[in-house]
């Protein structure tokens, strides 16, 4: 009798013991995966923003070359100006990916830049807190 009842205290141990563990071990698992997922969007950010370092270097080349373009045709020699407005429409363009760019990377830290002013606002406003117009509403990824 007194055999039985310690094995059965000893069971309930073991049985207390491997619930435990197990749950140790799915919490551990759980933030395990919720590093990774940190982890992944630092990453996405960090390559978005070396993205838009080059993008922002490409305008600017771009920008200076229209500068060279316009500086050319006021000391006599002119660009022609579909060189000229095919330049633009380039720079039209990088900015445009530039944009959005800066969108996705501003998402992943729950911003959103006015497309009035430009504050930074959080992602869950509905108007500017800085100027008061509303939001662009953007699709969630
Ligand atoms: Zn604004």
Redesign the pocket.
Known sequence: MENNSWKETLEELWGQTCRTALDLGDAAGRGAKAAGKTAETAARYAKLKLEEADLTAQVRRKLQRVGEMVYATHTGDPTGSDAMEEALLEIDSLREVLREKERQRLGLRGLRR?G????M?EGKNEY?T????PLERQAEE
């Open positions: 006015c009035g002013c430009g504050a606002n500017c800085n100027c008061g117009q």
